[in-house]
C-alpha cells in the first residue's frame, strides 16, 4: 500500500524559512517522480514543484521560483520542500503526490495527507 | 500557462441524479487530463486519467470524456458519498495546472 507521510509544517514569520519532508513507503520510491502540491485555506489546488525519480530534472511554479527548493533522498524513501523567504500567501497545506511515470511530469496517483504551514507575524 | 476552467462552480443535486462538471482548456492538452475527488480536510483522490480512464477501484457510475480542449465528468446516478468538491488537472505542460474546483451539494 502507497503511504506517503509529510511533516515539517509549524507557524513561521514572514521572511523565514521551512523544510518539508515527506516520508514515502509502499512502492519503489526512486522509479516514480514526485511532486509537491499546496491549497491555501478555502481554496483550490496550487501545483507547486516536481522532481523526476533520481532527482536530476525539477521544476517550479512561478510563485515560488528562487525561493523553493525541491530534493530528494532515495537512499532514505523521502521527498523534500526547502521553502526560504516565506510570505503570507505561502499560508497552505502542502500535499506531497506520487506521479504515476519516472518523469517529474505526470499524472499524480497518490497523496500524503499534507502539512499546514502558516506564515504569519 | 495553460489556464483550467470548470462550470460550474456549486452544482446543487440529489441523490440518483445525473450530474455533468465541465472543464476546459485555454489550449489543446491532447487527453492528458485528470479529475480528483476531495473532501472537506481530506486529501484530494485519483478518480480518472488520461480523460477517460477509471482509477482502480472508483465505481463505474463514474465516467470520463473528451480530448482536446472540452473535457467533462459524468456521475451517471449521484451517491451520498459522491457530494464533494472536483477538481480536473491537465499535465500536458509545465505549470501543471487546475481548475478552480466544482462543489457538488445537497440539493
Known amino acids: 500500500e502507497v503511504q506517503l507521510l509529510e511533516s515539517g509544517g509549524g507557524l513561521i514569520q514572514p521572511g523565514g524559512s521551512l523544510r518539508l519532508s515527506c516520508a514515502a513507503s509502499?512502492?519503489?520510491?526512486?522509479?516514480?517522480?514526485m511532486n509537491w502540491v499546496r491549497q491555501a485555506p478555502g481554496k483550490g489546488l496550487e501545483w507547486v514543484s516536481g522532481?523526476?525519480?533520481?532527482?536530476?530534472?525539477?521544476n517550479y511554479a512561478d510563485s515560488v521560483k528562487g525561493r523553493f527548493t525541491i530534493s530528494r533522498d532515495n537512499s532514505r524513501n523521502t521527498l523534500y520542500l526547502q521553502l526560504n523567504s516565506l510570505r503570507g500567501e505561502d499560508t497552505a497545506v502542502y500535499y506531497c503526490?506520487?506521479?504515476?511515470?519516472?518523469?517529474?511530469?505526470?499524472?499524480?496517483?497518490?497523496w500524503g495527507q499534507g502539512t499546514l504551514v502558516t506564515v504569519s507575524s | 500557462d495553460i489556464q483550467m476552467t470548470q462550470s460550474p462552480s456549486t452544482l446543487s443535486a440529489s441523490v440518483g441524479d445525473r450530474v455533468t462538471i465541465t472543464c476546459r482548456a485555454s489550449?489543446?492538452?491532447?487527453?492528458?487530463l485528470a479529475w480528483f475527488q476531495q473532501k472537506p480536510g481530506k486529501a484530494p483522490k485519483l478518480f480518472i486519467y488520461?480523460?477517460?480512464t477509471l482509477e482502480s477501484g472508483v465505481p463505474s457510475r463514474f465516467g470520463g470524456s473528451g480530448s482536446g480542449t472540452e473535457f467533462t465528468l459524468t456521475i451517471t446516478s449521484l451517491q451520498p458519498d459522491d457530494f464533494a468538491t472536483y477538481y480536473c488537472?491537465?499535465?500536458?505542460?509545465?505549470?501543471?495546472?487546475f481548475g478552480q474546483g466544482t462543489k457538488v451539494e445537497v440539493k
Open positions: 489550449q489543446s492538452i491532447s487527453s492528458w
Open positions: 509502499g512502492f519503489t520510491f526512486d522509479s516514480y517522480g
Open positions: 488537472q491537465q499535465y500536458s505542460r509545465s505549470p501543471w495546472t
Open positions: 488520461k480523460a477517460s
Open positions: 522532481i523526476s525519480g533520481s532527482g536530476g530534472d525539477t
Open positions: 503526490a506520487k506521479v504515476r511515470s519516472l518523469a517529474a511530469a505526470g499524472n499524480i496517483d497518490y
